[in-house]
C-alpha cells in the first residue's frame, strides 16, 4: 500500500453523532469526552442543556465527532458505550452516522404545497434525508410525484377501512405486517398536509419500530387546533398566523413542537388570504423541522423538545 492508495473503509475517518439525555448530575460530560478521546474520536462540535441547573432536572447533550473507521465501528462503539458509561448514567443514548442520510416516507392528501416544497430541497440535496416513498389517501398527487422519481402508494381511507388502510401503511413502512425485520428501514414519517387521524395502534407499532412521525399543523399552536384553523383565525381577528411542526401522538394536535413560525396579518386578510400566506409559513416550518430531525437535532424532554 502507497501512501497514495485509499485508506480502506475499515480506517476511513467518518463523523459521528451522539445524542444523549438522562438525569443530570456532575461527571457527564467527562465521562463521555473520556469514553470518545480514548477510542480516537475528535470531537467536532457539542451543545448541551440541563432542564435545572441547580440539581434535579434532565441533561441533554449533542455531540458530532470524526473517527477512523467510524462506518464499521458504530454498532460495537454503542454497545459499548452503553456498558461502560449510558448504564452509570442512566442514559438514552443515541449514536448515528452522519454520512447515511435519513429515509423517510411522506403522507399527504390533496394539498401538495408542503410535499412539493420537501420533493424539491430532496432533488437538491439541502434535506438530508432520502425520500422511500409518498403514501396518499388520494390519488391527486401521483403525477407530481411520479414525476420526481419517488414510488407512490395510494391508501384510501374511510372510517370503515381504517384499520386494513393503516396496516397497509404499516407494511409499506416496516415491511412486515406489524413483526420486526428487515424492512423499507424508514427513519421517519413526515405527515405532509396528510389529512386524516392516525390511530393510537398505528403510532405504537411505528413507536415499537423506532419511526416518529412528524406533522405540519397549519396554525401557531396552541391556538386553532383541529379543523380549519385559517377560518377560526379569520373569526378571532388575529393579527399573526402561524404554523407548527411537531412530533405526531394519538392526542390530535398535542405532540412535542418542533419549530413554529409567524407572519403578522391584518383585518383585510380573507380566509384565502391566510391561506396563501400560511402555506408559505408551512412549507418553511416543515422543511426545516424535517432537516433538523434528519441531523439529529431533537431530543424529546418529555411533552416538549430539545432543538440543538
Ligand atoms: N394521531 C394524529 N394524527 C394526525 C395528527 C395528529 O396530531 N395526531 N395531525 C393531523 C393533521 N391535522 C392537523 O394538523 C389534522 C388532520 C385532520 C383532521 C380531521 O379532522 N380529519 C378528519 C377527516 C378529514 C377528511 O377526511 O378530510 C378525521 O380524520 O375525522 C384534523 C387535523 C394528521 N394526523
Not at 226 to 245: E, F, H, M, N, S
Not at 264 to 275: F, G, K, N, Q, S
Request: net charge negative; glycine share 8%.
Amino acid at each position: 500500500m502507497t501512501p497514495s492508495d485509499p485508506a480502506p473503509a475499515s480506517a476511513r475517518p467518518g463523523i459521528g453523532r451522539l445524542l444523549v439525555s438522562c438525569p443530570d448530575q456532575p461527571g457527564i460530560v467527562a465521562a463521555v469526552t473520556a469514553f470518545l478521546f480514548e477510542r480516537g474520536a475528535n470531537i467536532t462540535h457539542s451543545d448541551q442543556y440541563s432542564s435545572d441547573p441547580v440539581g434535579g432536572g434532565r441533561f441533554f447533550l449533542r455531540m458530532a465527532f470524526s473517527l477512523d473507521g467510524l462506518a464499521d465501528r458504530l454498532d460495537a462503539l454503542a454497545a459499548e458505550f452503553d456498558a461502560r458509561v449510558g448504564q452509570r448514567y442512566a442514559m438514552e443514548a443515541r449514536f448515528t452516522d452522519a454520512a447515511r442520510p435519513k429515509r423517510i416516507s411522506i403522507f399527504v392528501s390533496r394539498y401538495d404545497h408542503c410535499l412539493l416544497d420537501l420533493l424539491w430541497r430532496w432533488q437538491r440535496g439541502t434535506l438530508g434525508v432520502e425520500v422511500a416513498s409518498v403514501i396518499a389517501n388520494h390519488d391527486d398527487l401521483r403525477p407530481e410525484v411520479e414525476r420526481f422519481g419517488v414510488p407512490f402508494h395510494h391508501i384510501p381511507v374511510t372510517r370503515e377501512t381504517k384499520p386494513a388502510a393503516e396496516a397497509e401503511q404499516l407494511r409499506l413502512l416496516t415491511g412486515d405486517a406489524g413483526t420486526t425485520g428487515a424492512g423499507p428501514g424508514i427513519d421517519f414519517v413526515v405527515l405532509a398536509r396528510y389529512m386524516q387521524i392516525l390511530s393510537a395502534d398505528l403510532l405504537d407499532r411505528l413507536g415499537r419500530h423506532g419511526i416518529p412521525a412528524i406533522n405540519i399543523h397549519h396554525s401557531f399552536l396552541p391556538a386553532f387546533a383541529g379543523a380549519k384553523p385559517y377560518d377560526q383565525a379569520k373569526r378571532r381577528g388575529v393579527k399573526l398566523i402561524g404554523a407548527t411542526a411537531h412530533f405526531v401522538t394519538a392526542d390530535l394536535d398535542e405532540g412535542p413542537i418542533i419549530e413554529q413560525d409567524v407572519v403578522r396579518v391584518t383585518h383585510e386578510a380573507t380566509p384565502a388570504d391566510l391561506t396563501r400566506w400560511g402555506a408559505d409559513i408551512e412549507r418553511a416550518v416543515l422543511s426545516r423541522a424535517v432537516r433538523w430531525q434528519a441531523e439529529d437535532r431533537i431530543l424529546l424532554n418529555g411533552a416538549t423538545t430539545v432543538v440543538f
